[in-house]
Each structure stands twice: as C-alpha cells, then as structure tokens.
C-alpha cells in the first residue's frame, strides 16, 4: 500500500508498507512528489522494491509452520518434559525449511492443525487442515508433503515444487501358490478340455472310417490253396485291427489312443494309409503335448510359484474379485484424484474405494496390508520408507505408477517472500541436496528395520528346490479319485447283478 501525505500546496509526501521484523505493518518513507507546472517525484528508496533483494535477509523474523506428523517428510516430537507442543524432528521438509531458515535469517515454530488434516476448500466454503492454517492467516507457510489441487490454489499460493512424485500401489508380498493341482497346471483348462475332446472323439472317428471303408478283395479268383489262405489271412487282419469285430469296438478303439497319450504302446496295426495318417498325426500330437507337458511340469514343481501381484489401476478389479479391499489414507488429495474424476479409470477406482477402508496415516494403512487382504494407495516415495521400515520383503510395491504430482511450500496468498522461496527451493533441488537428503532418511529407515536381519527376498527365494510331497498332491489326488471311482463303479456292478438275478 502507499500512502501520500500533503506537505504544501505543491508537495506531497510518499510512503510505502513495509514489514518489520516483528511482523507489524509499518509505513516508510519512500519518497517525494511535488506538482505545478512539472510534475518531479523524488524517491530514496523502491517504491516497489524487489522481492528477492527485499527477503535477502528475515532479520530474525519469527514464521509460524504448519505441519503434520508425516515422516519422512516432516517428523515431529513432542516437548520434553510433557509441555504442550512439537518440535520438528526429522525428515525431508525439516531439512528443507531448516536450510531456508538459516539462508534467510529467520526461526519458526511449528503448529499442528486442529483437525490434523492437510485440508482443502469444502462446498460450504470452510477451508480445512494446513491449507486452512495459511488461508486464514494462523501460519505463514505450511510444509509436509503438499501438493497442489484445484481448490487449494484457488485460496493460498504454492512454491515451485521441490519433489516430484508419483502414486503406486501396495500389497502384501505375492504368496506362493497352492500346489494340489499343480499336476494340472502346465495346461490352461481350455487346453485340457481341448486334449480330453480329441482323445475321446477319436476312437469314433476311427470306427467311422473302418466302417465306410470298403472291404479287402477276398473273392477274387486263386490259383493255388496258397492264394486262399493268403485271402484269408488278410481278412482276418483286416476284421481283427482294423474293421473291428465285436470285441473291437469304439470303447476299445479309444483306449488305444490314450494309451498312445500317456506314451504306452497299442496293439494297432493299420494297413490302409487313410488309418495311417491318422495314427502318424496322432503320433505326431501326443509326443509334442508330452514334450511340453512334461517340460513345463517339471519347472512348475522344482522352481516356486507366486500369485500373480497387483502391478497396476486396470489389475484392481480382478483383485477385488479376489478378496482385495482398496484404500487410502483420508482426507488427502489422493482421495480427491479419485473422488472428483468424472470419466476414465480413475471414476472406476473410485467405484472401487469404500470409505470403510480409508485408514488414518500410513503407518495404520501399512499395518493393514499384513493383516489382511488389503490394498493401499500411496506416494511411490512414502511407500518404499515404509516398506523399509517395516520389513521390505513383507510387501510388494506395484511396478506401475501413476499421476505424477510435485511437492510444494503452501504460503498465504500474495505471500511477498515466495520468489525468494522459489529461488532458493531451486538452489536446492539443481545442487542434489534435496536427493542426498531423501537418501539420508532412507538410511535411517533402513537401520531402524527389523527388516535388516532377512537376507532373502522375493526373487532371491526362487530357487530349485527338492519334489516333496506337497508338489505331488495332485497326482495322489488322482490316483486315489480313480480308488473311488473304482470302488463305486464295482458296487454298483454288483448291486445291478444281484437285482437282474432276483428279479429275472
């Protein structure tokens, strides 16, 4: 604001707001006007002075900071000796605003919002959280992990951002895979269903073609008792192997042919060459189905398999189908990505969230996927420190991410000190001192870890192992299914057989 004051008739003094180092308004002198024929303005000092020489220096100005409990960007502690309050302890963003301080001369104190949200612009015009602490003037500036929306930027001003991110999802470590039909798992079921249809469908097929096949000439005329038997003879070879007789029928004829599956010998001998081709191609297709049957049966049982993890948004439905509940920590922006998407796969999520899963931090969401079946939506930073932190071979973070963001200063709005902010925020980031910082806190997540004392992981554990009883469930299981089936067909054989006697 500036203020003229009338001095004369022809002269006017000229001051301009300033701020002290109290944080009282004052007015300075800036200069001086004087009318009449030429207007001459006179000025000592900027009348609007640049901002970034301006806020060189705070001269020990004291900031109020709004800040969540959110390590390992802003971790804080309580006041020794039980006295109210927090101070920072350690993190990325105490880092940052620790060297903004001591750059800018200046100290600060830290104050929670009431509400311990990070906030945001409700429809009924209440602004909440750190967001609300800045826009209503409690504090100068917030900082811990905020990022920009909408409705945030409609009410307070942000930094540059100091950190790009993106969201990933997190579930527990994939489990390994139930091995009881582990005998079936080299095949797809539509591959089974594919095999059982052409072994059955076989057997009468070939006693179709042995049926339209016209008969061996064994009428034409002989010369000698020789030439008969010889007629003779083909015949028999003919009805015996090939046309069929009444102990060769299409039940027969398919047993054969599984025989042939299970690489067995039969006791086929055609002699026509339609029945030839038939057989070679049959052949042909049982050693290639053996051959990559056995192969692949031999990997699935030696090497363990794993459920096949969640790795992106479009595998949330299929986990769901699962058992998998969706969440997130509520009341962040990463709520209102989903909540306020109008189309596209992110309205899909949404459909996908329940607010019963919603979880207050991410140390009660990370405890949530150990417990149960549960999915949880995080930054791609917080969630590798948390998963450091806890035990890293106990979750599993999604290869995909999505929806990049950058992590901003919040300051109240026209906030005259953010280009010097920016400035040094960008010092900050191009020198890598932001990056040596993350990675400092990440070794200190590291140490604190029970997870240090594991030296196997996910991919370290798949190794060959030895054929236990557990890979060969399934083929138990099938011998002792056909025990059964055995079992109730003879009762059943015997129970009709002493019906047909009693009642013919």
């Known amino acids: 604001m500036t203020l003229a004051i009338q001095e004369s008739n022809q002269d006017l003094q000229l001051l301009a707001t300033r701020i002290n180092t109290n944080g009282e308004v004052t007015f300075e002198r800036v200069g001086k006007w004087r009318g009449g024929d030429q207007h001459q303005y006179t000025f000592t000092t900027s009348w609007a002075p640049n901002l970034i020489n301006q806020y060189r220096s705070f001269d020990g100005r004291t900031l109020k900071v709004s800040a969540n409990d959110n390590w390992p960007y802003f971790g804080l502690k309580s006041l020794p000796g039980g006295a109210a309050g927090d101070v920072p302890d350690t993190g990325i963003d105490i880092q940052i605003i620790n060297a903004l301080a001591l750059y800018l001369n200046f100290t600060y104190k830290v104050r929670r919002p009431s509400d311990g949200q990070w906030g945001n612009l409700l429809d009924n015009g209440t602004i909440t959280g750190m967001i609300g602490d800045v826009a209503n003037r409690v504090a100068h500036l917030a900082i811990s992990q905020i990022t920009i929306t909408r409705k945030r930027e409609s009410v307070i001003d942000f930094s540059a951002p100091y950190y790009l991110d993106s969201l990933t999802l997190v579930s527990r470590t994939p489990q390994l895979r139930s091995r009881t039909l582990a005998a079936f798992s080299p095949f797809t079921a539509q591959v089974w269903l594919c095999i059982g249809l052409f072994t059955l469908g076989l057997g009468p097929l070939t006693r179709l073609f042995t049926w339209l096949a016209p008969p061996p000439d064994t009428h034409r005329p002989v010369s000698s008792q020789e030439g008969r038997v010889m007629s003779h003879q083909r015949e028999v070879i003919f009805n015996t192997y090939i046309k069929g007789s009444t102990t ?190 993350k990675d400092i806190e990440l070794g200190r997540a590291s140490s604190s870890s029970s997870a240090s004392s594991f030296t196997s992981t996910l991919t370290g554990n798949r190794k060959p192992e030895a054929i236990t009883m557990e890979h060969l469930q399934a083929a138990f299981f099938i011998l002792v299914l056909g025990y059964l089936t055995a079992v109730i067909s003879l009762v059943g054989e015997v129970a009709w057989t002493a019906w047909s006697k009693s009642y013919w």
Not at 251 to 259: D, G, W, Y
């Open 248 to 437: 060769r029928g299409v039940s027969e004829f398919s047993f054969h042919f599984f025989r042939s599956l299970v690489v067995q010998s039969n006791l086929l001998y055609p002699r026509p060459w339609y029945l030839r081709f038939l057989f070679v191609s049959w052949y042909l297709f049982c050693f290639y189905v053996y051959a990559l049957y056995s192969g692949t049966l031999m990997a699935v049982l030696a090497v363990p398999s794993y459920e096949t993890p969640v790795d992106s948004l479009w595998d949330l439905p299929a986990a769901v189908a699962q058992g998998f509940s969706v969440g997130l920590v509520k009341d962040t922006s990463i709520q209102y990505i989903f909540q306020e998407a109008k189309s596209g796969v992110y309205q899909e999520v949404w459909k996908l969230l329940d607010y019963t899963n919603f979880v207050r931090n991410l140390d009660h969401g990370f405890d949530k996927i150990t417990q149960e079946k549960y999915l949880f939506i995080s930054s791609e930073l917080n969630s590798e420190f948390f998963a450091v932190q806890k035990g890293r071979q106990r979750f599993y973070i999604s290869q995909q991410t999505f929806y990049p963001q950058g992590y901003c200063i919040a300051c109240f709005s026209g906030a005259p000190f953010l280009p010097k902010f920016n400035q040094m925020l960008m010092r900050m980031l191009s020198s890598g001192l932001i990056s040596h910082w």
